[in-house]
C-alpha cells in the first residue's frame, strides 16, 4: 500500500502479487508501480486520456508520474517495461476499519471515477474496496494500473469485487442493520452473493437492490460456474452488450449507493462528553495538558486511541499533520467521519478497532493485508481514559498493555511521546468496571504500580493529577 516505510533496496508490497504484470514496490523512500510489457501498454494509451488529469488535480485519484529509466536503478530498471512513482498516503486503513459512511463515500468515488473513465473509453479491471484509501476524510483511488482501454462489448469486469466488498457489506447495515466489518476482516475477497442470497430470502428480497444485485447475480454466476470467462464473454458480446449498457449500470448502482443509510443507534458513547464522570475543571486541566504537551512537540502523526467523539484528536490536528482516531464504537465511528465531513476538517482518519482485538494480518501468508500494528507508526500517541478499559475491562495485564502502547512509537528510544491517563481505581469508571470482576483479580492495579511500570518503559517529563484526584496525566518519551 501506498504508506509503507521503504528502503534504498527495492521491497515488493506483500499485497501486490496477483497481478505479476503490475506490481507496487518500495525503493528510496518512494511508492513504485512497476508495469510489464502488457500493463504498461495500457498505461500509455490512458495516461494522457481526458479524464485522468481531472481526477488527479481534484485529489480522487492518487497523483502518478512516470519515472525516466535513468532514474531508477538497473535492478529496477531491468525488471519492468514501465515505472511510476505514486504520491504517499497518510495511513493506510482497510474497508473493515471503516464506518457505513466511510464504506458509502468510498463506493461512490470508486463509481464516479469509473463513470468518467468510460465516458472516455476507459474501464477499470478491478473493483475492490481495497483500491481506495483516505486523506484524512477524503476517499482517494489508489489503483492507477487497473485502468485500461475499453473494450467493445465487454461487461464491467470489477462489478462482482464491488458487491462484494462495497455494495453488500452496505446492504447488509442499510437493510438488516448488522456490522459488516466482521464479515469482511474473515473473507479477504469479501461477502459472497450466496450468502447474501440466504439472508434476504421472503420479503426481504424486495428492498432496494437486493433482487438485481443479489439474487440475480448469484443466479447468473450459479449458470455460468462451469464456463470458461471466454465463453461467457462472448455470450454477453452476442447479446448485444455495449459500453453504454456498462456506464448505465455504473449510474444505476450510483444511485443505489446514493439511496443506502444507516441511523446509528443511540449509544453511551456517542454522548460521552456529556455523560462521563469529569468535571468541568478536570476536563479544562485535561484539554490544557494535552494541548501544552501536543504544541511543545509538534509531531508529523498522531494516534488517539479510544478517541470517542474525537475531541482531543481535534486538539491534535492543531498541531499535527495527520491524526488517526481508533474508536470501537460503530456509532461513534459512524457519527466522527459524518461530523468531520461537514466541519471541513480534513487532518482526521477515523478508524474502527477494537484495541484488545486489533487487526491481523490476513489474506496470502498472513500478510496480504498488514496487521494494524505493523502499519502503525506514530510520532506521538494518546491514550487517554483507555488503560482501565484494556487492563480491568478486558483483563489484559498492565505490562502488556504498556508494552503493545510502546510498540506504537520509534523503536530505539529518544524519539516519540506518549500522552498517557491512568484512572485511579477509586474513581467512578473504574469502580464500575471492577464491580462486574471477581474481588482481588487486579492486585496490581493502583498507581504505584503503573508508575513503577511506566518508568521502566518511559521517562517521564510531566506528570499531573487532575483536579478531582482520580485521575493523572503524564507524558513521556521511551527509553533506548
Not at 107 to 122: F, N, P, Q, S
Not at 128 to 136: D, I, T
Not at 190 to 199: A, F, H, P, V
Request: with cysteine; glycine share 8%.
Amino acid at each position: 500500500m501506498i504508506s509503507e516505510s521503504t528502503t534504498s533496496t527495492p521491497r515488493d508490497e506483500p499485497g501486490s502479487f496477483r497481478d505479476p504484470d503490475n506490481r507496487i514496490f518500495y525503493a528510496d523512500g518512494a511508492v513504485l508501480r512497476g508495469l510489464g510489457p502488457q500493463a504498461a501498454r495500457d498505461w500509455a494509451a490512458v495516461r494522457d486520456s481526458a479524464f485522468l488529469a481531472p481526477l488527479m488535480a481534484a485529489g480522487k485519484v492518487v497523483a502518478t508520474e512516470t519515472v525516466e529509466p535513468g532514474d531508477l536503478p538497473a535492478v529496477v530498471a531491468d525488471r519492468w517495461t514501465t515505472v511510476l512513482r505514486h504520491e504517499r498516503v497518510p495511513f493506510v486503513s482497510y474497508p473493515y476499519e471503516w464506518s457505513f459512511a466511510q464504506l458509502r463515500d468510498a463506493a461512490r468515488l470508486h463509481l464516479e471515477v469509473l463513470e468518467a473513465a468510460l465516458a472516455d473509453g476507459v474501464t477499470m479491471t478491478d473493483g475492490s474496496a481495497y483500491n481506495l484509501q483516505w486523506r484524512g476524510v477524503d476517499p482517494v483511488f489508489i489503483d492507477v494500473g487497473s485502468f485500461q482501454p475499453a473494450a467493445a462489448g465487454e461487461p464491467w469486469a470489477g462489478y462482482r469485487q464491488f458487491c462484494q466488498t462495497m455494495l453488500y457489506p452496505l446492504m447488509l447495515q442499510a437493510h438488516l442493520g448488522l456490522d459488516f466489518q466482521p464479515l469482511l476482516r474473515a473473507r479477504i475477497d469479501g461477502i459472497e452473493s450466496g450468502q447474501m442470497r440466504r439472508l434476504f430470502r421472503g420479503a426481504r428480497r424486495w428492498r432496494a437492490g437486493v433482487f438485481k444485485h443479489i439474487h440475480l447475480h448469484d443466479a447468473m454466476q450459479t449458470r455460468h460456474a462451469s464456463a470458461s470467462t471466454g465463453s461467457v464473454r462472448a455470450e454477453i458480446r452476442d447479446a448485444g452488450f455495449s459500453t453504454e449498457l456498462v456506464r448505465a449500470t455504473v449510474r444505476a448502482v450510483a444511485k443505489l449507493v446514493d439511496r443506502l443509510d444507516w441511523a446509528p443507534p443511540g449509544s453511551h458513547w456517542v454522548d460521552y462528553q456529556q455523560t462521563c464522570t469529569y468535571s468541568d475543571a478536570d476536563r479544562t486541566a485535561k484539554t490544557a495538558f494535552v494541548d501544552a504537551e501536543l504544541a511543545a512537540h509538534r509531531p508529523g502523526t498522531v494516534f488517539d486511541l479510544g478517541a470517542n467523539d474525537g475531541t482531543y484528536s481535534r486538539i491534535a490536528a492543531a498541531h499535527a499533520e495527520q491524526v488517526v482516531a481508533v474508536e470501537s464504537d460503530p456509532a461513534v465511528v459512524d457519527h466522527l467521519y459524518r461530523r468531520l465531513r461537514a466541519d471541513g476538517q480534513r487532518r482526521i482518519l477515523p478508524i474502527l478497532m477494537d484495541l484488545a482485538d486489533p487487526s491481523p494480518g490476513g489474506g496470502w501468508a498472513g500478510d496480504e493485508r498488514t496487521s494494524f500494528t505493523a502499519r502503525a507508526q506514530a510520532d506521538t500517541v494518546l491514550a487517554l481514559a483507555v488503560i482501565h478499559h484494556l487492563a480491568i475491562g478486558r483483563n489484559v495485564p498492565l505490562p502488556r498493555v504498556l508494552d503493545w502502547l510502546t510498540g506504537l512509537l520509534p523503536a530505539g528510544g529518544g524519539t516519540g511521546q506518549m500522552i498517557i491517563e491512568f484512572v485511579h481505581p477509586d474513581d467512578p469508571m473504574a469502580r464500575q468496571l471492577l464491580a462486574n470482576k471477581p474481588a482481588g483479580l487486579f492486585p496490581d492495579y493502583h498507581r504505584a504500580e503503573f508508575e513503577r511500570l511506566l518508568a521502566e518503559r518511559y521517562e517521564i517529563t510531566r506528570r499531573e493529577e487532575l483536579p478531582s484526584g482520580s485521575r493523572t496525566l503524564y507524558a513521556g518519551v521511551p527509553r533506548g
